[in-house]
């Protein structure tokens, strides 16, 4: 009733009572909504120890982790136990909250709600400042880590092998993102400072970055090294992420050095090819710096690490006098009794520390290697005032040049030429590079020899001068000393040009140890995704491992159950086979494989075994099928089992028999495919009203290509000693045929011109020259759209 009288009386004091409206429902919603209390969320009362409310938390956040709880209010309930441990895990943010309710650093204390009063209205900045659906409303801290799609790949990518990469996927309608601010920001500031890469991936503008990356969700956080993706899935809290930066790096980065190994640790300098560097200080556990610092120069340098706080390490402390007030770094090139360089610092900054590592990467005489290292020891030249020199000693690496060795070393060691390098090379490893700097056109390894050069271009090409054969003498030195001082005044002394070739790798053979280490770290990582049920992520990798399994075991399995029905099927119908005991040799012909039975067993042709031993047959494997009646049966096997008896050896070869009285329609069709190998006279009346006889015909079937070689007798009259022969082609087998007919007229019957003419165990007796013919590939095919069936055939009238 008030507010409608006072509209009433002045149209003016229209705007004033709709704030105040505005101003009494947005405060009831305000103090409506009730406080949330991080004590009742974890379920801890507010005298519970630390060891209390962590124990209270791991338990809750396991219950409600979204992954694992399907249920809605999930997400939310697990950002409540999130952000209360945070809070009571901390004990000034613990004691701000027992004193004010604090729930925000960025909440004046005092102040119970989130929000701040303007003009004595309260308004809720959770309600009024979404940060969503402008690009312009986007944190600003955010906008400086933003990455797009080439700039991650182009930057990011390379970058990652020389330190690691903090990625967060966010959106602008993501509620949960802004949960999270505080905590991102804080550990933001701190991984930055110590060299970690920070990026920022919003997926309302780079969804394809997204998708690469494997980010489905957002909030996200994700960890890249070495071009490799890490997801991270712990609550988000300082602690957590920190270590989550540190689990990214390698886990060999950093030897631990005492009293007991550091002889070993600083003699492998001559081995690895690296100075090494020793960081001495109080903590127990190496400093992340350090470990990011280690991996930056891995390819440099070898790190160790010295606990001060070990009694082991009471003697090292002694002998290079190091103050236990500040951590003190050391770094070792070829005298490991004295450092060539060290610094001590309080507050060890990384600029410091790049600085340190920058100036002592090599060696004072480095070996070289590789193309990498030789690339940087010996940079080609760019501009006139920037010339690099490089004085390389080509030697050996047996005892007996161990003096010129450590006499060139001592040489490098007094030189004060920033344009001049040294290093040595041994000639057996890097033979090609030695021939041409030495004008060894016999490739035998010669006497030590001191070669200044200077790279023209990345091609290879060089300009070098052979100063003195080296054998560490004071002369040598003194040839070499005044050489160095005219090529400071006149580099037109390196006379000799040359195109230079690649250098070999010396350490490939330590890419085996490196791939084991990779693949121990890899494995890790799969089994920690894994057990974090991270299956969007995890997806692409378990199908690939599954289908690799499924065919490699399918296979096995496929070809196990196809043998054993193979061996099934034949052991029933062993009786109707014969198995034919090796006599006296009858046949001519040999095999490359011994036979390894001492019989022959031939298996009959039905329609039971007819898929197994010829439509299903393997590729590559044949099937010999004998064609006979059952009065010619017994002869016909015995002959032969004795002709294919030394083909036995052969594993795809296999051995059938049709009976013609049971299937000759399957023969009628089947050879129609062939009418050119039967050689039909169209012209016999009686010929063409008569049924053939097949009796004694062999087939080499190939079910698999759908294929025939055929080989049938030839009747030659009454000799009995040519009275079979080959069907090797249509125009020789209608030749003989016709001049057979020619010779003898044909008799009234065809049964009783077989039983005068023709025994009919002497079918076969060319059997064995065919069968030689047919393992070497040499008689003719007849291919066939399909094999016609046992059981269903149309006669062909």
């Known amino acids: 009733p008030y507010i409608v009288t ?44 630390q060891a209390e409310i962590k124990k209270f938390y791991k338990r809750l956040a396991k219950e409600w982790h979204p992954d694992k709880n399907k249920d809605p209010g999930a997400e939310d309930m697990f950002i409540k136990i999130t952000k209360s441990y ?108 110590l060299g970690v890469g920070v990026g920022v991936v919003d997926v309302g503008y780079e969804r394809r970055l997204a998708n690469h990356l494997g980010a489905h969700r957002t909030p996200s956080i994700l960890g890249v090294i070495n071009g490799k993706v890490t997801f991270f899935h712990y609550a988000v809290a300082k602690e957590h992420l920190r270590q989550f930066v540190e689990d990214l790096l390698p886990q060999r980065l950093v030897e631990r050095v005492t009293d007991k190994n550091d002889l070993q640790f600083l003699n492998s300098w001559h081995e690895l090819n690296k100075p090494h560097v020793l960081l001495f200080d109080q903590v127990p556990a190496v400093p992340l710096l350090y470990k990011l610092a280690a991996f930056a120069y891995k390819d440099y340098l070898q790190f160790g690490y010295v606990d001060q706080g070990l009694s082991e390490t009471a003697n090292l402390q002694k002998q290079f006098n190091i103050n236990t007030y500040a951590p003190t770094m050391l770094v070792f090139k070829e005298n490991i009794d004295k450092p060539a360089d060290i610094i001590q610092a309080k507050g060890m900054k990384k600029q410091i ?44 690496d047996e005892e007996i040049f161990s003096f010129g060795n450590q006499a060139f070393l001592s040489f490098a060691s007094t030189n004060t030429r920033e344009v001049v390098r040294f290093a040595y090379v041994y000639q057996r490893l890097q033979q090609p590079l030695c021939d041409i700097l030495t004008q060894n056109k016999d490739s035998v390894q010669s006497q030590p020899q001191v070669v200044i050069l200077e790279r023209r271009n990345a091609a290879g090409k060089a300009f070098f001068k052979p100063v003195t054969a080296w054998n560490g003498s004071e002369e040598d030195k003194q040839c ?100 034919a005991e090796n006599g006296s040799s009858g046949s001519s012909s040999t095999s490359s494989r011994p036979p390894k039975k001492n019989f022959v067993e031939v298996t009959e042709l039905t329609d ?27 002869i016909l096997l015995s002959k032969f089992a004795k002709e294919v008896y030394s083909f036995t050896g052969s594993l795809t070869l296999h051995f059938s028999f049709l009976n013609l009285d049971k299937h000759s329609e399957w023969m009628n069709t089947l050879l129609e495919y062939t009418q050119d190998a039967m050689q039909i006279d169209a012209d016999d009346d009686e010929g063409a009203n008569r049924k053939m006889d097949y009796t004694g015909y062999v087939l080499a079937l190939n079910g698999h290509k759908k294929y025939l070689c055929l080989f049938k007798p030839v009747y030659t009259g009454e000799d009995l000693d040519s009275k079979s022969s080959e069907d090797e082609g249509a125009a020789s087998g209608g030749r003989s045929r016709s001049r057979s007919r020619d010779d003898h007229p044909p008799r009234k019957s065809n049964r009783a011109r077989s039983i005068s003419t023709l025994q009919i165990h002497h079918k076969l007796d060319r059997l064995g020259l065919w069968m030689e013919r047919l393992m070497e590939g040499t008689l003719p095919r007849y291919y066939i759209p399909a094999w016609p069936g046992l059981d269903k055939i149309t006669p062909n009238k």
């Open 353 to 396: 520390i790049d600085e340190f590592m920058s100036n002592n990467k090599f060696l004072l005489a480095p070996r070289l290697v590789n193309q990498k290292l030789f690339d940087e020891l010996c940079p080609v030249k760019q501009f006139h005032r920037r010339r690099k020199y490089c004085v390389l000693l080509i030697t050996g």
């Open 480 to 579: 070499l000393q005044e050489e160095l001082e005219r090529l400071q005044k006149d580099p037109s002394i390196l006379i000799h040009d040359a195109m230079l070739p690649e250098l070999n790798n010396e350490f490939a053979s330590m890419f085996i140890i490196r791939w084991i280490y990779a693949s121990y770290d890899y494995l890790s990582e799969v089994i920690d995704d894994i057990l974090h049920n991270n299956w969007r992520e995890m997806m692409p990798l378990l199908s690939l491992i599954f289908s690799a399994l499924f065919i490699l075991f399918g296979t096995v399995v496929i070809q196990a159950f196809s043998d054993s029905s193979d061996d099934k099927q034949t052991k029933p119908k062993a009786k109707d086979g014969t198995k």
């Open 86 to 193: 945070e809070i009571l895990s901390n004990e000034e943010k613990r004691a701000n909250y027992d004193r004010y309710g604090q729930m925000d650093d960025t909440q004046p204390y005092g102040n119970t709600h989130y929000g701040h009063r303007h003009d004595s209205f309260y308004f809720d900045e959770s309600f009024f400042n979404f940060p969503f659906n402008s690009k312009n409303h986007r944190d600003f801290a955010d906008s400086k880590y933003t990455l797009h799609f080439n700039q991650y790949v182009n930057d990011v990518v390379p970058d990652s092998y020389k330190r690691p990469y903090l990625i967060k996927i966010t959106s602008d309608w993501c509620f949960s993102c802004i949960h999270i601010e505080p905590v991102w920001k804080e550990v933001v500031q701190e991984m930055e400072s």
């Open 608 to 634: 039971i075994t007819y898929m197994s031993n010829l439509v299903k047959l393997r590729p590559g494997h044949m099937n010999i099928v004998l064609v006979l009646t059952d009065a010619s049966k017994n």
């Open 6 to 49: 006072v509209m009433a009386r002045s149209k003016l004091s229209l705007p004033l009572a709709i704030v105040v409206v505005l101003h009494v429902l947005l405060a009831g919603l305000v103090y409506a909504e009730p406080e949330m209390d991080p004590y009742k969320i974890l379920g801890v009362t507010k005298g519970a120890s």
